[in-house]
C-alpha cells in the first residue's frame, strides 16, 4: 500500500522563506528541526494508508528487511499519527509462500527495527542537508566566475563523477611510447607458431643488442625445450545480482544499466511475474529457491534451449548459502514458466534479460568448463622465446548461454591453439625485432561504470582505513541506486555515453576541478559515513551525532570552497559555454511545484527537476501537439497552476487551450466566450 516513499523531508523555502532564493549569504541552510511531509504526487495514497492506520489496533511492518524499508514504514506510521500504536514486524528474505506463512507466523517485535529507522532518518537528512547547500554553494560560485550553468553536488554522485574523470585524464594525459619485442616465427613438423623472448625493450637497439649477443640471424634453427601441458577447470558462474546483470547486459548486448533495470523490473511486475525481485546484492538463494529450481529444471533448460545431464542436483555453497542472503536472494526465475508463444510477446530486450537470468540458474547445474593450457618453451641459441596455447576440453556450463551473446566480440588476448609439440623437437625460426607503441588505459564503458562504483576501495592505496571501509559498504552506491546515479550524471550533462563509451563533458570537468582535494571528491568519504550509518542501524551510534558531523562538514564547506574556487582558472571559452542557447538549457526556470527541493530545468527534448536523483519524477514536455511550450509558459503553469491562453495547438483541427497542472499531469483547458472575446 506504500507504494513506494509517501513522506519526504521539506524543501528549504518550507524552512524559511529567504532560503527560496538562491545566494551565498543564505548559506549553509540547516534547520534546527528537519520536518517531513507528504509527497505531491502520491498524497491521494498516503490518505488512504492513514485512513488504514488510524482504524487498526495493531500494525504489521512487511516492507523490505532494510533500512529503507523502514524508513518508508515508519515515516508513513509517525506522518499519519499512528506511531503510538503496537508494531510487529515480517523480516523474510524468501518471498516463497511456505516462508511467507512462517514469516507471519514468526512476526517479530516492530520496535527492534527502530535503530533501522534512525540510520535511515541520518542519511536522509544528511544528504539533504550536503546536496541543498553544496549544489547552491558550488553554482553560485561558479556563476560568479562567469559559468552560466546549475552544478548539481551529491555525497555519492560527485566522487562517481570524480572517478570518471579521474580515467578521463588518465587517457587525455597519456602520452604513448615506443617498445620493441624480439619475436620468433617457429615452423616445427606438426605446424607453425608464434613465440616472444620474454624482456621488452624500449629502444631498437637494445633488442639489436640482444639479438647480436646471442648472434642470432633472421633464419636460424631452435629446439623445443619445454612443454607444460596443465588442466584448467572454470566453475559455473555465480547467479546475477543487480549489478552483475547490468554489468552483462551492458558487454553482451551494450543495453544501459538503467535500461537493464528497467526491463528486469516489467519481467518481476505483474503480470509478467517471471523474475524474481531484481534489485537485490546478492548472488546466493535459499534451499527453498534452490527445491522449485530443481524440481522445474527440465522446463527451464527447454525454455533455454539448453538441454543437458545436470553434473549435479546438490545445493552446492557456491550458489545456495542463506547465511549470505540479506534482503533478497540473487535474481532467478519464478515458477512461473513461459509458453513459446508467451515468450515471443516480450519484447527482444525483455528476452535477452529474461535468457540471461534462465541460463545463469540452470549452468549452476552443469560440469566445470575444462581446457588444457599449454605453456611451450623455444630455445634459438640460448635465447628462450615463450608461447602460450589453449584447447578446449569439456564445454561444461558454457554450453548454456547463447552462441551468438558470447562470440558477439572475439577476445584479442585469447590463446591461439598450438600445434602439436614434443621436448626436443626441432624447429625452424625467422626471428625478427617487432615496435609496438604504449596504449592509454581504456575509457569505461556505460556497464563498467557499475563495477567502478562497486568496486572503487581497491584503487586507494594511501589510507587503509578507507579502502576496508569502501569494500565493506561495496563501494559507491547500492544495487537499487547505481544506475539512476549515472542517469542522473548523464541527465546533469556532467558525462555523455557514445556509443557505449563514458566521455566526461566540460561542464563535468569544471566540477571536477572545483570540489578537487575536497572530501566531495572522495569516495572515502561516502564510506566511512556508511559504516557510522550502520552502527546506528546496529544500535551503537545516535542519528543526532551523524546529524551534527554532517551539519559541521556543511559550514566548513561553506567556509572553505569560496577561496579554493576562486582560485579556479577559468577560460573565456568555459564561460562562452554556459552563454546563450546553452544558458537556456541550464538556468533554474522556476521551483518545481511537486518536490518544491529541486528546479525545473529547460533539458534538450523536454522540462525536467534536478531533483531527479532524489525520487522526483516531475517533467513537462517541450513540444505539445506541434506547438513548442516556452520556458516562461512553464514558469507562469507551476507558479500559477495555468498558463495565459496558448494559441496554435494541431489536433484534427487546429484550437487554442490553456495548460493546467493538476497532480503533476498537464491537462487542457480550453477558453469560454469570454475568453475568446
Request: glycine residues 6%; aromatic residues 8%; contains cysteine.
Amino acid at each position: 500500500m506504500g507504494v513506494g516513499h509517501l513522506v519526504e523531508l521539506k524543501s528549504p523555502a518550507e524552512y524559511e522563506q529567504a532560503w527560496k532564493r538562491w545566494s551565498l549569504v543564505q548559506l549553509p541552510m540547516i534547520p534546527e528541526r528537519f520536518e517531513w511531509k507528504t509527497a505531491a504526487k502520491t498524497r491521494k495514497q498516503f490518505h488512504i494508508v492513514r485512513k488504514f492506520l488510524q482504524a487498526a489496533d495493531e500494525i504489521i511492518i512487511a516492507t523490505d528487511c532494510d533500512r529503507e524499508g523502514e524508513n518508508i514504514a515508519r515515516s508513513i506510521i509517525e506522518k499519519a499519527g499512528a506511531s503510538h500504536k503496537p508494531s510487529k514486524r515480517l523480516w523474510i528474505n524468501s518471498l516463497e509462500k511456505n516462508e511467507v506463512i512462517k514469516g507471519f507466523q514468526q512476526l517479530r517485535a516492530g520496535d527492534a527495527y527502530m535503530a533501522l529507522y534512525q540510520e535511515a532518518q541520518a542519511r536522509q537528512v544528511s544528504d539533504w542537508m550536503v546536496g541543498m547547500n553544496a549544489s547552491r554553494l558550488y553554482t553560485l560560485l561558479l556563476q560568479r566566475k562567469g559559468i552560466k550553468s546549475v552544478f548539481s553536488v551529491g555525497r555519492v554522485q560527485t566522487p562517481t563523477l570524480k572517478l570518471i574523470y579521474d580515467r578521463h585524464m588518465e587517457i587525455k594525459r597519456f602520452k604513448p611510447e615506443p617498445y620493441f619485442d624480439v619475436e620468433g616465427t617457429f615452423k616445427a613438423p606438426t605446424g607453425t607458431y608464434k613465440g616472444k623472448a620474454k624482456i621488452r625493450h624500449k629502444k631498437a637497439a637494445d633488442a639489436e643488442e640482444l639479438l647480436k649477443k646471442h648472434d642470432i640471424g633472421k633464419k636460424e634453427t631452435g629446439e623445443v625445450s619445454e612443454v607444460k601441458v596443465s588442466r584448467k577447470k572454470i566453475k559455473p558462474p555465480l547467479l546475477h545480482s543487480l549489478s552483475s546483470l547490468q554489468t552483462t547486459m551492458n558487454k553482451k548486448y551494450k543495453l544501459s544499466p538503467s535500461r537493464t533495470l528497467e526491463i528486469a523490473q516489467s519481467l518481476y511486475d505483474q503480470p509478467l511475474k517471471l523474475i524474481s525481485y531484481p534489485r537485490t546484492d546478492s548472488h546466493h538463494i535459499t534451499n527453498n529457491e534452490f527445491a522449485y529450481i530443481k524440481s522445474n529444471l527440465t522446463k527451464y533448460q527447454e525454455t533455454a534451449g539448453k538441454v543437458f545431464e545436470p553434473a549435479t542436483d546438490y545445493p552446492g555453497r557456491r550458489f545456495v548459502d542463506g547465511s549470505k542472503v540479506k534482503e533478497h536472494y540473487a535474481i532467478i526465475p519464478t515458477k512461473k514458466i513461459p509458453t513459446e508463444a508467451a515468450l515471443q510477446k516480450l519484447t527482444a530486450d525483455q528476452r535477452k534479460v529474461y535468457m540471461e537470468i534462465i541460463q545463469s540458474t540452470i549452468a549452476m547445474f552443469h560440469h566445470d568448463y575444462e581446457y588444457d593450457e599449454t605453456t611451450v618453451t623455444t630455445n634459438v641459441k640460448d635465447l628462450l622465446f615463450f608461447s602460450k596455447g589453449k584447447v578446449e576440453r569439456v564445454k561444461g556450463w558454457k554450453e548454456c548461454f547463447s552462441a551468438k551473446a558470447a562470440s558477439a566480440k572475439k577476445d584479442p588476448n585469447a590463446s591461439p591453439v598450438l600445434p602439436p609439440l614434443e621436448k626436443g623437437m626441432g624447429v625452424d625460426a625467422a626471428v625478427s625485432i617487432e615496435e609496438g607503441t604504449t596504449k592509454p588505459p581504456s575509457p569505461y564503458t556505460e556497464g563498467q561504470l557499475i563495477n567502478m562504483m562497486k568496486t572503487c576501495g581497491k584503487w586507494i592505496e594511501e589510507d587503509e582505513e578507507a579502502k576496508t571501509a569502501l569494500q565493506e559498504v561495496e563501494g559507491l552506491g547500492t544495487e537499487a541506486t547505481r544506475s539512476g546515479i549515472i542517469k542522473t550524471l548523464i541527465r546533469q550533462e556532467y558525462i555523455s555515453v557514445q556509443k557505449n563509451i563514458v566521455h566526461v563533458t566540460r561542464k563535468g570537468e569544471l566540477l571536477c576541478e572545483a570540489v578537487e582535494g575536497t572530501l566531495l571528491s572522495k569516495p572515502e568519504m561516502t564510506a566511512k559515513w556508511e559504516l557510522f550509518l550502520k552502527k546506528i542501524g546496529e544500535g551503537d551510534a545516535q542519528k543526532e551525532a551523524f546529524i551534527e558531523q554532517t551539519s559541521a562538514f556543511t559550514r566548513d564547506l561553506v567556509e572553505k570552497v569560496p577561496q579554493a574556487v576562486d582560485a579556479l582558472t577559468v577560460s573565456e571559452a568555459d564561460k562562452e559555454e554556459g552563454k546563450g542557447k546553452k544558458a537556456a538549457k541550464s538556468e533554474p526556470i522556476v521551483l518545481c511545484p511537486a518536490c518544491k527541493e529541486g528546479y525545473i530545468m529547460n533539458r534538450r527534448n523536454f522540462y525536467g527537476c534536478t531533483n531527479y536523483s532524489n525520487g522526483c519524477k516531475q517533467t513537462f514536455p517541450k513540444t505539445l501537439l506541434r506547438k513548442t511550450i516556452s520556458p516562461a509558459q512553464i514558469k507562469k503553469l507551476c507558479q500559477s497552476g495555468e498558463t495565459n491562453l496558448i494559441k496554435g495547438f494541431k489536433g484534427k483541427t487546429p484550437f487554442d487551450a490553456k495548460l493546467k497542472l493538476n497532480e503533476g499531469k498537464v491537462e487542457f483547458v480550453f477558453p469560454s466566450k469570454a475568453d475568446k472575446s
